[in-house]
């Protein structure tokens, strides 16, 4: 079981990405913004971080190169989730640091994917 941290700055998709990620045997933890995600990435060192983009306070690009300038948090992976898919947009979450995006509307199993990929990259299975 992984621990995820979901940031997204509407309750709604907090909810139904915490909801999916649950149902499938994760412990979730939210974010509604950039600070709040980079203060509970802290306290919590979560497995994968979830990252909206287009966040107030602090936004998703600034959040994750933050997350990313710290020793004890670079190390975790952000996948980006967003419906800001210009490759511009894309490319400035890759400098970021994210690791790979999922578009939104989501596609669950697609997430589920991703995630579970993200995940196994991070064992040594030998």
Known sequence: MATILVADDFLENRDILCRMLELVGHRTVSAANGQEALELAQVHCPDIILMDLSMPVLDGWEAT???KARDDLRHIPVLAVTGHVTPHELQRAFEAGCVDYIAKPIDFER????????????????
């Open 65 to 67: 190169a933050r997350i």
């Open 111 to 126: 997430l589920i994917g991703k995630v579970t990929t993200l995940l196994n990259n991070g064992r040594d299975d030998r």
